[in-house]
């Protein structure tokens, strides 16, 4: 009895030990298989939200505002990072990048004028200005000590800014103040004739129509700091104004930044946030308690 029993223990440790060899086998990481919970079905299959109806007669009041997100600041790392692109996230620089270099639906880059702003989207650049501008010049050494200057395509980490071109404006239709981003402008690190950083003074590139890239931010994941499972996108962050900024410009007569008549930075910032509060009052004062 005993030697049956013995027998039959050892049948199942060799049973055990097989089907923990199969389990392991199934789930090892390899071509094919599933690594998370389930197959993401939301991001990439995600439309744009179509912007209200508006007509010239419900807008009783607009104003044009230019502003900047500033990616070294906290709120804004979710469209830094990652630096290298991996399976389920990019950068915003590299959802731009790989929108530019789509040959079917490949988005157009208008020049930029770092004069006046507003000239955003009256000449398209041609594709060798476009591919000009995503190169950067750098100071490369071998290993004799020999230095030469080498073009080496932007990354993530050579984008420091971007400028935002919105209006914002009050619909009587709605009872509702209400805003369009109508173009987004990458700011680059400035590098000297050898190459080196200046620091302190981002380059303009290139105007980017928003409404154009909406189809590729909807379909392009932001990490979430508190829940994996909620991960949104950059269309989301747009749309739900989910970012840290501060004006540089409103519309005015003199079409004057205001870093022209506010040359203290401290100052030019104080200067943003009135211009915030006045839309903000104005947009109290429209409505009766």
């Known amino acids: ?64 505002i230019w502003r900047m997100i500033d990616l070294r600041e906290k709120m804004n790392l979710d469209l830094y990072y990652p630096i290298t692109p991996n399976a389920n996230r990019k950068s915003m620089w590299d959802v731009i990048i790989g929108a530019v270099k789509n040959k079917e639906n490949q988005l157009a880059l208008y020049s930029v004028s770092p004069f006046d702003f507003d000239k955003s989207f009256t000449l398209q650049m041609t594709k060798t200005e476009a591919d000009s501008a995503l190169l950067k010049i750098i100071t490369v050494v071998d290993s004799n000590g020999n230095s030469s200057l080498q073009s080496q395509a932007l990354e993530s980490p050579d984008i420091l800014q971007y400028m935002l071109k919105e209006d914002w404006f009050f619909d009587k239709q709605r009872s509702v103040m209400d805003v369009r981003v109508l173009g987004i402008c990458p700011f680059k690190k400035t590098f000297d004739a050898n190459g080196n950083e200046i620091p302190g003074q981002p380059t303009m590139m290139f105007w980017i129509y928003l409404p154009a890239i909406r189809p590729t931010f909807a379909n392009a994941e932001v990490y979430n700091t508190h829940n994996d499972a909620e991960r949104r996108t950059y269309e989301d962050i747009f749309w739900k104004r989910q970012f840290s900024s501060y004006i540089i410009q409103e519309s005015n007569v003199a079409n004057r930044k205001i870093g022209d008549y506010m040359k203290n930075p401290l100052d030019a910032l104080l200067e943003g946030e009135k211009i915030k509060t006045g839309m903000f009052n104005l947009e109290h004062d429209m409505w009766q308690y």
Not at 2 to 27: D, M, P, S
Not at 39 to 62: C, F, G, M, Q
């Open 1 to 64: 009895m005993k030697r049956i029993l013995g027998l039959a223990g050892i049948a199942g440790l060799v049973f055990f030990c097989n089907g923990g060899a199969v389990a392991q086998g199934v789930l090892a990481p390899g071509p094919g298989m599933l690594d998370g919970l389930y197959v993401k079905e939301n991001s990439p299959s995600r439309n744009v939200i179509p912007y209200t109806s508006l007509r010239e007669a419900d807008v009783i009041w607009s104003k044009r």
